[in-house]
């Protein structure tokens, strides 16, 4: 009888544990990034690396920092069955790691959607004025 309510009270305590976990909110970079690359997406769960565009100028990588930074998660999943990327982004980082993402970018005036590629039911809302940047960055 010990055993039990001492089970159930180890279980009641990690599901509480669990639940109080903070959710990640926003986008971080993982370090400084030295390079962008991207491309046209081909869809869910990889990394298109026929990329069409580098960015490797300081004023490219901050501008593009700064829409991941603002960048704000999603309250609902992504719908990945009708929302298809448009782009693939490949992050390098000073230390040598990388990090993928898939962009839908929405039209002047409209907000995008950034997600970690890997985790695509978890989307991080762009801004209409962020958005605007990253039409510049990618000159459409």
């Given amino acids: 009888m010990k055993k039990i309510l001492l ?4 279980i009641t305590c990690c599901f509480a544990l ?8 926003e986008m971080k970079p993982k370090d400084n990034i030295t390079d962008i ?3 046209i997406s081909n869809g869910y769960g990889g990394l298109n690396e026929d990329y069409i ?3 490797d ?6 501008g593009f920092e700064n829409v991941l ?3 704000k998660k999603r309250s609902r999943d992504m719908d990945v069955a009708n929302e ?3 782009y693939d982004l490949l992050i390098r980082y000073d230390n040598g790691e990388t990090q993928g993402l898939h962009l839908l970018l929405g039209n002047t005036g ?14 991080y809302i762009v801004s209409p004025n962020e958005t605007k940047e990253i039409r510049k960055l990618l000159d459409v």
């Avoid at 089970?7 to 180890?10: N, R």
């Avoid at 100028?57 to 901050?62: G, T, Y």
């Avoid at 409209?110 to 989307?123: A, F, K, L, P």
């Fill in 7 to 10: 089970s159930l009270l180890f």
């Fill in 18 to 25: 669990i639940a109080c976990q903070t959710q990640v909110k």
């Fill in 37 to 39: 690359s991207i491309s």
């Fill in 53 to 55: 565009l580098l960015m």
């Fill in 57 to 62: 100028q300081e004023n490219s990588i901050s």
């Fill in 69 to 71: 930074q603002n960048a």
């Fill in 84 to 86: 298809k990327p448009d």
């Fill in 110 to 123: 409209e907000e995008s959607v950034i997600m970690y590629i890997g985790h695509e039911r978890q989307g």
